[in-house]
């Protein structure tokens, strides 16, 4: 009968310890993950939106596209240290550094260039200036002659990368 009474005794005290044991904890209700939210606005230097412009976080790379607003809304974003870069094939590579807080919800704008002024001052190899050489853009986009003290301007030229040419 000693017997029976024990094995009852600890197949009860097992069972109470099965049942209550992670009782403070609900598999149902996840811990919070203090997620933050990122809003990208990207304008030109008019104020007007810029849609279809490719948005990427670095790290955890997420990419997104700019809607017709020319706006990108990361939500429930890890909070970290990001790189925020903004590019699209007409326009430069535009980036900002960011530190994300926990709950955060973070506002962004982007004033894209899409046309620029250069200024350039053309000299021979003893520093004189070069009157009236032809300067040119490759890829093509203006062609100016220097003034007396040697220099061209280039106006409303489209933001990018250029080789120039000085004949």
Do not use: W
């Amino acid at each position: 009968m000693n017997f029976f009474k024990i094995h009852l005794f600890s197949g009860i005290t097992a069972l109470f310890i099965i049942a209550f044991t992670g009782c403070g904890q609900d598999p149902a209700s996840p811990e919070p993950q203090n997620l933050s939210t990122i809003t990208i606005i990207v304008e030109d230097e008019a104020g007007n939106p810029l849609k279809g412009v490719q948005v990427r976080t670095y790290p955890s790379t997420i990419i997104l596209v700019t809607n017709k607003e020319g706006v990108a809304v990361f939500e429930n974003i890890h909070t970290q240290n990001y790189q925020i870069v903004v590019s699209r094939a007409d326009i430069p590579i535009f980036y900002r550094d960011i530190i994300l807080r926990t709950n955060q919800n973070l506002k962004l704008k982007f004033i894209v260039a899409t046309e620029i002024t250069i200024n350039l001052v053309v000299q021979n190899i003893e520093g004189q200036p070069l009157t009236g050489s032809l300067v040119t853009t490759s890829p093509s986009t203006s062609i100016v002659i220097t003034d007396e003290n040697g220099q061209a301007v280039l106006e409303n030229v489209p933001v990018k990368s250029y080789i120039f040419i000085v004949q």
